[in-house]
Nanobody, 118 residues
Framework: QVQLVESGGGLVQAGGSLKLSCATS????????MDWFRQAPGKEREFVAT????????SYADSVKGRFTISRDNAKNTVYLQMNSLKPEDTAVYYC???????????WGQGTQVTVSS
């Protein structure tokens, strides 16, 4: 059974930093691309960042490029999201997610709330 557990969210002032973690189990973590998404109040869930399983390459939404860094530790089955220079518009619930091969849908964690005050 796939499990994704996010942590590290909280309240921070604009310009501050947070590091989110997503601990995983139930699948071979090192063989899967991992993603972070977020959902702000009243908005659709949106892509934030991805890290490939094979070469560790990354890509980001334009809105976070240069401020956020996604990374992974295959020994700990954990994916991270380092968020710097936070802005009020980064306020959202942040989710890690994986699409297991052969599955018709993604698996999601419960999310962690990030609130950035101005």
């Amino acid at each position: 059974q796939v499990q994704l557990v996010e942590s590290g969210g909280g309240l921070v002032q604009a310009g501050g930093s947070l590091k989110l973690s997503c601990a995983t189990s139930g699948f071979t973590f090192s063989s899967y691309t991992m993603d972070w998404f977020r959902q702000a109040p009243g908005k659709e869930r949106e892509f934030v960042a991805t890290i490939m399983w094979n070469d560790g390459s990354t890509s980001y939404a334009d809105s976070v490029k240069g401020r956020f860094t996604i990374s992974r530790d295959n020994a700990k089955n954990t994916v991270y999201l380092q968020m710097n220079s936070l802005k009020p518009e980064d306020t959202a619930v942040y989710y890690c997610t994986v699409r297991i091969r052969g599955s018709t849908s993604r698996d999601w964690g419960q999310g962690t709330q990030v609130t950035v005050s101005s």
